[in-house]
């Protein structure tokens, strides 16, 4: 189903607590990115990353960090300086950089901080 | 960076009603806009694209439109039914950045 798989799908963390969101992709994609959901708040770029080794901020990269050491994968590390995490987090894979074609969104992750 | 205004933020329209939703976008280097859409507790799916140098584009009941020069475009449905009832984003690209830059979305809902 779209070869791009977010785990877990639900989280739970306790304040000051960093935690990682995995986001995996078999479709050879070479962009990756997150996105945080907030009701009435439309998709809100994290990071984005266009190839291995390589990654920008998005809009809201404040209190998050990431890595893309592998093509498949880009984890999404939510730290404790991250003000308000609870929300809906997506990950999305688009096939070439500078290519516009379709992105594929995994299921997403709610987190939760407790 | 590309900046991307969406409305409405919600719209209800009768089953057989036509939906229209419109985006502007800010940068002009932006060249490629897909439609996304949202049902409830599911991802989001692209159902439509459009490219800079295209004016309009069109597949069965949605289609949408480009103003290159005013830099909008708009998401046109026609007909439409209960299950069109969801969220929908329209979003922009820069190509060298490859940078997926979404509207704040719009629900729509389609009433008997």
């Known amino acids: 189903d779209g070869g791009i798989t977010q785990s877990p799908k639900y989280l739970f963390r306790k304040e000051g607590q960093n935690v990682t969101l995995s986001c995996e992709q078999n479709l050879n994609h070479d962009a990756m990115y997150w996105y945080r959901q907030d009701p009435g708040q439309g998709l809100r770029l994290i990071y984005y990353?266009?190839?291995?080794?390589?990654?920008q901020k998005g809009d809201i990269a404040e209190g998050y960090s990431v890595s893309r050491e592998k093509k498949e994968s880009f984890p999404l590390t939510v730290t404790s300086a991250q003000k308000n995490p609870t929300a809906f987090y997506l990950c999305?894979?688009?096939?070439?950089?500078?290519?516009?074609?379709?992105?594929?969104f995994g299921q997403g992750t709610r987190l939760t901080v407790v | 960076g590309e900046n991307v205004e969406q409305h409405p933020s919600t719209l209800s329209v009768q089953e057989g009603d036509s939906a229209v939703i419109k985006c502007t976008y800010s940068?002009?280097?932006?060249?490629?806009f897909p439609w996304y859409k949202q049902e409830l507790g599911k991802r989001p799916q692209l159902i439509i694209d459009i490219r800079s140098n295209v004016g309009e584009k069109k597949d069965q009941r949605i289609a949408v439109t480009l103003n290159k020069t005013a830099k909008h475009f708009s998401l046109h449905i026609t007909e439409t039914q209960p299950e069109d009832s969801a969220v929908y984003f329209c979003a922009a690209v820069t190509g060298t950045a490859s940078k997926l830059t979404f509207g704040t979305g719009t629900r729509l809902q389609v009433t008997l």
């Open positions: 940068d002009s280097a932006s060249n490629y």
């Open positions: 999305a894979s688009s096939p070439r950089k500078g290519i516009n074609t379709e992105a594929f």
């Open positions: 990353s266009q190839i291995v080794n390589d990654f």
